[in-house]
């Protein structure tokens, strides 16, 4: 029976295991799925189709405006009786007689209208639908910066599990260091070399690595678990990177000056917006012109139509004063636009300053880069050194776990001062893109 619950325990602890298995994924990988399926793009692009949506209404100064009706009535109403007849080209000499004129039969009109309005001069609307193009083109500028944010979003997080995956194999060799050494201190132990105390330091040393080993661990899933949450999949699945975290050299071409940024230009383009928006409202001072047109069937029965006739002409309509209200609006308008002027400027002169600060950013890990390297070849050589004398007895415990704790401390720095250089030049490229 034991050796069943064995085999069982066995069995579940190896499913478990494949079920934790890493599933290798290149960056272009996920630079592809995230084009794909990314949440924050799909909607960025629902801003755009609803910015479209309303520049397509805007047609509405060009097309005529058509609708049909079909109206019935009853009536005994002395003007509207005699209409409907009037209408359907039904009126004989009696119904002129005053008796019935002043107090008519019940009478009943069935009427189909066709009506037709045609815009022919509304300069309001012309700058509207300006305004509308420009927001338009804007919101598709900003789905453009989007993706490119969602970009350099890949980059910063296959970053990030590389560097989770560095930390693990690191720690993993100081662990595998440090069990050599406790397996060593217990053997000096033995023969009288070493006193309790050195040995129970070591023990404390392979703690704290396993410690820090199930932490890289567990930031190899959190960055596993942000890769799915940009790909818009399941969070459940592990990632390993299909290449390692290694210095990458900026493409100089990619780098391009701030006035070439898709967020720029779409705040410049909104800006025009608000302009054309000004301009429309201060057009609501003139008049407009419109055409209309309808052509109609009447009949007594329903669906019927034994009379028609039909109407068109012109409206020039000049709105003078409407209170206050239009010059409010315009002034409000007006604002809103110098409004939008300054915030331009001002989001060019900080996008600036990030550049800068930025620029500065990669030259200074850069230089940290170089000290990192050299760092880690002198901590291990030095761990070398004291890993020998302390075989031979030559070396305290205390030295020996200093000069460990400090290879694997360098090691880390190194390749997290990688992680910093490579997003410190992304990050730059998407400044300056």
Do not use: C
Not at 96 to 112: S, Y
Not at 147 to 176: C, G, I, R, T, W
Not at 299 to 323: P, R, T, V
Request: no cysteine; net charge neutral.
């Amino acid at each position: 029976m034991k050796k069943t619950v064995n085999i069982i325990l066995m069995i579940l602890i190896f499913g478990f295991s494949q079920a934790q298995e890493a599933t290798p994924i290149s960056k272009s990988e996920v630079l592809s799925k995230v084009q794909e399926h990314n949440t924050s793009i799909k909607i960025s692009e629902a801003s755009f189709n609803e910015a479209r949506g309303d520049f397509k209404q805007t047609n509405a100064i060009f097309l005529p405006n058509i609708s049909v009706s079909h109206t019935g009535i009853s009536t005994t109403n002395p003007l509207m009786a005699f209409g409907s007849k009037l209408n359907q080209e039904i009126l004989t000499q009696n119904d002129f007689n005053p008796a019935l004129l002043n107090d008519p039969d019940q009478t009943q009109n069935f009427a189909t209208r066709i009506a037709v309005q045609q815009p022919l001069i509304n300069l309001d609307g012309f700058y509207q639908r300006k305004a509308a193009n420009s927001k338009m083109k804007a919101m598709e500028l900003q789905s453009e910066r989007t993706k490119d944010y969602m970009n350099f979003e890949v980059e910063n997080a296959y970053m990030q599990l590389q560097l989770a995956y560095k930390a693990v194999d690191v720690l993993e060799k100081a662990l595998s260091a440090a069990q050599a050494n406790l397996e060593l201190a217990n053997n000096s132990f033995k023969q009288g070399y070493l006193q309790r105390s050195d040995v129970l330091s070591v023990e404390v040393r392979v703690g704290e690595v396993k410690n820090q080993l199930q932490v890289a661990k567990s930031n190899v899933k959190n960055a596993s678990n942000y890769l799915s949450f940009l790909m818009n999949e399941s969070s459940e699945t592990i990632y390993a990177p299909s290449d390692s975290l290694t210095v990458s050299v900026m493409n100089s071409e990619l780098v391009s000056g701030i006035e070439n940024r898709a967020d720029v230009k779409a705040m410049e383009l909104a800006s025009d917006a608000r302009a054309s928006m000004y301009k429309a409202d201060k057009m609501t001072f003139l008049p407009t012109l419109n055409a209309f047109a309808s052509y109609e069937l009447y009949d007594d029965q329903i669906f019927q139509a034994d009379a028609n006739g039909y109407l068109f002409g012109a409206e020039l309509k000049w709105n003078i004063l409407e209170g206050t209200k239009r010059f409010g609006k315009a002034q409000k308008a007006k604002a809103t636009y110098e409004k939008s002027k300054l915030e331009y400027n001002q989001y060019v002169s900080k996008s600036q300053l990030e550049i800068n600060k930025t620029q500065r950013a990669l030259e200074d890990a850069y230089n940290k880069l170089a000290l990192a390297q050299l760092a880690v070849e002198q901590s291990k050589e030095a761990l070398r050194i004291r890993t020998n004398r302390f075989g031979e007895g030559l070396e305290k415990t205390t030295d020996l776990l200093m000069a460990e704790t400090m290879y694997a401390q360098k090691q880390l720095e190194y390749y997290q001062t990688i992680f910093q250089y490579n997003s410190t030049q992304a990050y730059l490229q998407f400044l300056t893109k």
